[in-house]
């Protein structure tokens, strides 16, 4: 009998111990399908302000700093096509679009292209050129001020603006070729508006 307690209250204690384990690996996994949940629930097409200003809407004005220091004006570029795009220091699909997109903007393969993003640690590879005669800059918004009047908390998220204005098209382009994609798409839609409507507002 003497041996028998000590051998059940150790197969108790693993026994609590396992049990314990499996407490921890399920509250973590609890966790992580709740992240991606709310990830999720953010890019779901139900969610009114979360998936971008529909293609149609008017895309606002904004004027923020640059990462040189500059002010820049999204009016500057009134009547030109141009992208803007929404991206963060650490989302992967970013790290990798960016650098892309402000080099295919600078060298003219697409319409002159604003990234707009927040916090002022960015990668060297996000410098753009700032200015009128740029074609390529990154702004910084606070608290998502810009996102919010884009009505979108993804990022890579990419608006394509119309001479008049609107947006084009818009989606998720963790790609260059995505982002190329996108641009067509806006191209082929203003190509089949009337001439009116590509200069001034689409009705």
């Not at 650490?90 to 002159?112: D, F, Y």
């Not at 070729?177 to 806006?186: G, K, M, N």
Request: glycine share 12%; aromatic share 4%.
């Amino acid at each position: 009998m003497g041996v028998v307690v000590p051998v059940l209250l150790g197969a108790m204690a693993a026994a609590l111990a396992w049990l314990g384990l499996v407490l921890v690996g399920t509250v973590r996994q609890v966790e992580d399908l709740e992240l991606r949940l709310a990830v999720l629930g953010m890019a779901m097409p139900g969610r009114v302000g979360r998936t971008g200003l529909p293609v149609g809407a008017t895309a606002p004005g904004f004027e923020a700093p640059t990462l040189d220091g500059a002010t820049f004006s999204s009016g500057t570029w009134r009547g030109r096509e141009h992208l803007v795009l929404f991206a963060h220091p650490g989302c992967a699909p970013c790290e990798t679009v960016v650098p892309e997109v402000l080099r295919s903007a600078g060298r003219g393969i697409l319409p002159p292209s604003i990234v707009v993003s927040e916090g002022p640690a960015h990668p060297s590879t996000w410098d753009g050129v700032s200015g009128a005669e740029g074609r390529a800059v990154v702004v910084l918004q606070e608290r998502s001020a810009i996102a919010r009047r884009f009505e979108t908390f993804i990022t890579p998220h990419l608006f394509v603006v119309g001479p008049s204005g609107r947006v084009l098209a818009q989606g998720v382009a963790g790609t260059l070729e995505e982002a190329r994609a996108l641009v067509r798409r806006a191209r082929r839609r203003r190509d089949e508006l009337p001439v009116e409507a590509r200069a001034g507002g689409l009705r």
